[in-house]
C-alpha cells in the first residue's frame, strides 16, 4: 500500500527556515515523479514544486523561486523542501503528492502543517 | 484567480446525478490528462480519478470526461458520503507549473 508521510512543519517566525521531509512506501520511490502541493487554512490547493525520478530535473511556482528547494534521496526514500526567507503567506498545510507523468496524480500524504508567525 | 474554473457550489439530493466542471484553456486541460480531488472536511485530498482511470478504492458512480478545453466529473447515485469539496488540476505548457481549479464545495441534501 502507497504511504506518504509529512514531516518538519511547525511554527516558526518570518524570515526564517524550515525542512519538510515526506516519508514514502509501498511503490518504488525512484520511479516516480514527486510533488509538493500546498493549502493556505480555509483556501485552496495551490502547486509549489516538483522533482523528477532521478533527482536531475525541478520546478517550482514563481512565489518560492529562490527560496524553496526541492530535493530526494532515493536510497532513503525520502523527499525533502528546504523553505527559507520564509513569509507569513507560506503559512499552509504542506501534502506530498506522487505524480504521474510528471503531473501530482494519485497518492497524497496527510500534509504537515506550516505556521510562519511572529 | 485559478487558472482552471469550477463552480463554487453544486449540490444534489441523494440518488441523484451531478455534473462538476473544469474549464481550462488549450495549455492545460486540452493538452494533459486531469486529476480531481476529493476533500472530506478540510482532511488530506484524495484522488478520484486521473485521466480516464478510476483511483483505488473509488467506486465506480464516479466517472470523468474531456471535451477540449473543459473535463467533467460525474457522480451518479448520489450518496451522502460524497459532500465534498473538488478539485481539478493538471499541468500548464505555458506557465511550466500546475494549475489546479479554485474547488466546488458539493453539498448533497
Known amino acids: 500500500e502507497v504511504h506518504l508521510v509529512e514531516s518538519g512543519g511547525g511554527l516558526i517566525q518570518p524570515g526564517g527556515s524550515l525542512r519538510l521531509s515526506c516519508a514514502a512506501s509501498?511503490?518504488?520511490?525512484?520511479?516516480?515523479?514527486i510533488h509538493w502541493v500546498r493549502q493556505a487554512p480555509g483556501k485552496g490547493l495551490v502547486w509549489v514544486s516538483r522533482?523528477?525520478?532521478?533527482?536531475?530535473?525541478?520546478n517550482y511556482a514563481d512565489f518560492v523561486k529562490g527560496r524553496f528547494t526541492i530535493s530526494r534521496d532515493n536510497a532513503k526514500n525520502t523527499l525533502f523542501l528546504q523553505m527559507n526567507s520564509l513569509r507569513a503567506e507560506d503559512t499552509a498545510v504542506y501534502y506530498c503528492?506522487?505524480?504521474?507523468?510528471?503531473?501530482?496524480?494519485?497518492?497524497w500524504g496527510q500534509g504537515t502543517l506550516v505556521t510562519v508567525s511572529s | 484567480q485559478s487558472a482552471l474554473t469550477q463552480e463554487a457550489s453544486a449540490s444534489g439530493t441523494v440518488g441523484q446525478k451531478v455534473t462538476l466542471s473544469c474549464t481550462g484553456n488549450?495549455?492545460?486541460?486540452?493538452?494533459?490528462?486531469v486529476g480531481w480531488y476529493q476533500q472530506i472536511s478540510h482532511g488530506a485530498p484524495k484522488a478520484v480519478m486521473f485521466?480516464?482511470s478510476l483511483s483505488s478504492g473509488i467506486p465506480d458512480r464516479f466517472s470523468g470526461s474531456k471535451s477540449g478545453t473543459t473535463a467533467s466529473l460525474t457522480i451518479s447515485d448520489l450518496q451522502p458520503q460524497d459532500e465534498a469539496d473538488y478539485y481539478c488540476?493538471?499541468?500548464?505548457?505555458?506557465?511550466?507549473?500546475?494549475?489546479f481549479g479554485g474547488g466546488t464545495k458539493l453539498t448533497v441534501l
Open positions: 503528492v506522487r505524480g504521474l507523468g510528471g503531473i501530482a496524480a494519485d497518492f
Open positions: 509501498g511503490f518504488t520511490f525512484s520511479s516516480y515523479w
Open positions: 522533482i523528477n525520478s532521478d533527482g536531475s530535473a525541478t
Open positions: 488549450s495549455n492545460n486541460v486540452a493538452r494533459y490528462s
Open positions: 485521466g480516464n
Open positions: 488540476s493538471t499541468w500548464d505548457y505555458s506557465l511550466n507549473v500546475q494549475v
